[in-house]
């Protein structure tokens, strides 16, 4: 098959509707995508049976409602398209309206974080129109008809991460609509948030994964000393692919293509064995769902490749962990980009007041867009020195910032893109883009775009998404609330520019990000600067974020003390795995080899003095081996207890927040000896692959 031919074969797509459908039901559809409302019960059996004759045509024997529970993962139960036989013995394959629109998964071992507990047992799933529907095919376990759906409680409470998300799309458009009305634009109806998520990830050889207990429980290393060549010279980053790499990359486009997923770019990233791939952008809620479909491929892909794919945030101790910039936009229906400066930014108010209100919004809720980004995984990346900081800040490159500043102060010099000239006379002159990059920062303007650096590679986007539409929603809303109705809009708009920009300049920040200098002018700012997961949780229910939430209708209180608690225990629930994990090589790999390997030294010093020779050398390393199998037995000793002390614990806040300040401190002393020992100890001795074998066989 050619490209266009696969490229979008697995979905139930507007153009396979717009074929298979009936004229009127095929319109009824489209106006329920753009305008909101219900389907008729005739027409959702009519699409319900044309997507299963097209899943059944392609294989197709089971169906399911596809959902993002708030384990961080998507969840799918498959009920096959079998009637229950006639009296003859007959089935038909057969696809309800209304098993379309809803199902009621047997669900309640999901996370709900006691929302359903004092609410009721009950969670339904319901269909997201405006996502396609699409098949998965799998060797292995047959073709499923996957159906994107919201997870909600018998009281309407989300459950998942889609429905918020979908509520912040609309508060969004509808607070963005009015700003799109005060510089007279009549025709636009809404705002579309556009999301493309550039999906970072390593790839290792699968037997040397299997042989990493800590890789199989826990997605990382726990253990590991530096290979002797890390990333230092930076030969990686955008290297030639190598072979077996490139084929991977070359099926995983295949596969992706079919989803109507487009990698744009590939490339090898700055760590040894890392890799990204970024799509074309979408509208949020169809670019969160591929991104979980891309991520379920990757694994499966590399699998058939006989690769592990590893999504964690940091795979490797010394090297770059993975993220995944999420590019986030909002445009018009009629196609105008809020974002994009035009040639003139100067002389463009409405881009003005959009720029001042992503300032303020940012500005107000950094925190929250703090804890937006956090997940187990990321607290390896975030403030340390090769992430953005844990400091939110606004990188807007020197046109923009000297904009801003001549607004606030009045007399900043403009500055205008220039052109870029080689000196190479067969190399045309090529114009400059409007800002460079600033690969330290966390929340980067990229010419018509904002790129949100934070987010961790496992992560679901639809949390960072559903943040940044709703403090975006909060600020439209305020300068609506203030321009509507002023006598002279231009004067008002100006003066309220003016003033948003004079109140949140301390958010712009274009100079190095990863400096100590910035975390000191960031406290004399006042900008928030939290650590870690466990501390920027409680920000959830701080009284600024629920009121904000409820405003827009995008989390009730009940919902954020629920992701709350679940975020507590997931925190709580992985830590405590980690442990284990260590606790477990430790305890059974390590230290017996290292046994092992003593015993055969200590052989060897009294075979050599037996000898009457020199044994120096290797009683050294007898002993510096001894001390740190000595070291390495005592925090062993120390993990064991500290683990299960916490893991008796009640109360899930102070749980997690054990693990975090107590348990990881005790982890991190049992790796030090352990990776000492791995650069003494005769290799042959070791029991499992080094950051070597891992990083440089692929
Ligand atoms: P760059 O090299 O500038 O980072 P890429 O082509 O790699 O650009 O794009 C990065 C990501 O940004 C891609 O996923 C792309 O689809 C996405 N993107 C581009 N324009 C927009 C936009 N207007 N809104 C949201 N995402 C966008
Ligand atoms: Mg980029």
Known sequence: MSIPEIFGSNVFSRAVMKERLPKSVYKEVVSVMENGGTLSAASAD????AMKCWAV???????????????GATAEKHDSFLTSPDEMGHTLMQLSGKKLIMGEPDASSFPSGGLRATSYARGYTAWDITSPAFVKEQSCCGTVLCIPTVFVSYTGEALDTKTPLLRSMEAV???GIRICRLFGNTKATHLTASVGPEQEYFLVDRKLYEQRKDLIYTGRTLF???APKGQELDDHYFGKIRTRVGSFMKDLNVELWKYGITATTQHNEVAPAQHEMAPIFSTANVAVDQNNLAMETMKRVAYAHDMSCLLHEKPYAGVN???KHNNWSLGTDTGENLFDPGDKPEENLQFQLVLACVMSAVDKH????RDSASNVGNDHRLGAQEAPPAIISIFLGDQLEALVEKIVDGDAPTVVPGELDTGVSTVPVLKKDATDRNRTSPFAFTGNRFEFRMVGSSDNIAGPNTALNAIMAEAFCDAADALEGAEDFETACKAYVKDLMTK?????????GYSEAWVEEAARRGLPNIKCMVDAIPVLTQPDVVEMFEKFGV???????SREEVSYENYAKRIGVEAKVMIHMAGKQYIPSVIAYSTTLAESVAAVEAAGADASVQKELLNKVSALLKDAQAALTQLKQVYAETDAMDDIPAMAKEYRYTVIPVMDALRAPIDELEMLVDSDYWPVPSYGDLMYDV
Do not use: C, M
């Open 46 to 49: 009519t699409v319900a049976d």
């Open 57 to 71: 045509e392609k294989g197709a024997t089971h169906y399911t409602h596809w959902f993002q529970p708030l384990t």
């Open 173 to 175: 458009s509808k607070q």
């Open 224 to 226: 590991g000393a530096p």
């Open 321 to 323: 962990g993975s993220g």
């Open 366 to 369: 950094a925190d929250l867009l």
């Open 504 to 512: 949140h300049q301390r958010i712009v920040f274009n100079g190095d």
């Open 555 to 561: 989390y009730t209180k009940a919902e954020l003390e």
